[in-house]
């Protein structure tokens, strides 16, 4: 589905100039924003500047679903939000209507399991209101490991704290319904008929 | 606690080559397993040498609990198992005894989010039998960072990828207790007394 948000692949012969977020306010933002608390806040703005370098600018229209849970084609991407809103949901068999997981702005990273492992969507993401963003693809971060490797570790070091601290919160939510499951489990023994 | 498993720093003035795994055998078994389905598969034979390069041998006796949940101090490392078992513990509130998450053996890391964040454990590891293992430390992946920073950034990558994939994993389980708990709510309900 989200194949279309890509621009057409510039010749190589362009050299990775082709690809860079050519409004040089968009680009600032981008930087300001990679390095802001809620995103990558390990980069140094200089390293994000080259991040940015090998990032493509995009317009998502509100209520555009860019990102589908279950999805497993063009996964290998993520998406720094620069303006609007984006409305992260996934479903839970047992409910009609999908569970809101969060809502993301302005800073946020969006999908950046995908960058690294390219598995199917864990969830969907609906832009809420008009959003622009700025997109790495799998393909220009393997360019930025070989042309600026350094800044790439630190970008994948920042990309993992990321996920460390989701799966530390996930971990601790896991254990909150694991007791919780416990505590209902003896309320039901207690109420059992007989 | 685990302060001790580290080897006294050595001179600057001796460079890096001190830090490193001296015997071929464990350097080469080491370099294996970091390369193995289990720890990091997506690095190259020849990338996991430049990396194990930065490790340290270390042996663990049997019985010893070398990761305690909470802990804050010397949080900074990763522990590859080059063999032995080491079982990994966490504590629920509502249980006296710690609940057993898994148990690992050779080819397998342990403590990687705390060489990316250096954050409390989020779980106890103790050796269920002798342990021999190679630690990286932060400090030494700061080194490597500098020294060769492409291998540092796959190194990177493939420690993101693992923790993405734990964060899957973490994600199907929540889900599942979310709809666990949903029945069982149901049940307490149907079964309420009035």
Redesign the interface.
């Known amino acids: 589905m989200f194949y279309k948000f890509f621009k057409k692949k510039s010749p190589a012969t362009l050299g990775h100039r082709a690809r860079t977020i050519e409004n040089s306010f968009t680009a600032d933002l981008a930087a300001e924003l990679l390095v802001a608390p809620t995103a990558l806040m390990r980069l140094t703005l200089e390293d994000a500047r080259v991040v940015v370098h090998y990032m493509q600018p995009h317009r998502i229209d509100e209520g555009a679903t860019f990102i589908k849970e279950g999805d497993t084609r063009d996964t290998a991407f993520m998406i720094l939000i620069l303006d609007g809103e984006v409305t992260v949901e996934?479903i839970?068999?047992?409910?009609t209507e999908p569970?809101t997981i969060t809502v993301l702005g302005r800073g946020s990273l969006v999908g950046e399991?995908g960058l690294?492992?390219g598995?199917p969507r864990?969830a969907s993401c609906t832009a809420s209101s008009p959003v622009s963003c700025a997109i790495l693809s799998r393909q220009a971060l393997e360019e930025l490991?070989?042309e600026n490797?350094?800044v790439?570790?630190?970008?994948?070091?920042a990309?993992?704290?990321r996920?460390?601290?989701?799966?530390?919160d996930?971990?601790d939510?896991?254990?909150m319904?694991?007791?919780?499951?416990?505590?209902?489990?003896q309320?039901?023994g207690h109420?059992?008929?007989g």
Chains 1, 2 share one sequence.
Do not use: F, G
């Not at 996920?163 to 530390?168: K, M, P, T, V």
């Open positions: 996934t839970v068999v047992s409910r569970v399991m690294l492992d598995e864990s490991m070989q490797p350094l790439a570790a630190k970008l994948m070091l990309v993992a704290l996920i460390a601290a989701r799966l530390r996930n971990a939510k896991l254990k319904y694991v007791q919780l499951t416990q505590v209902m489990q309320e039901i109420r059992a008929p």
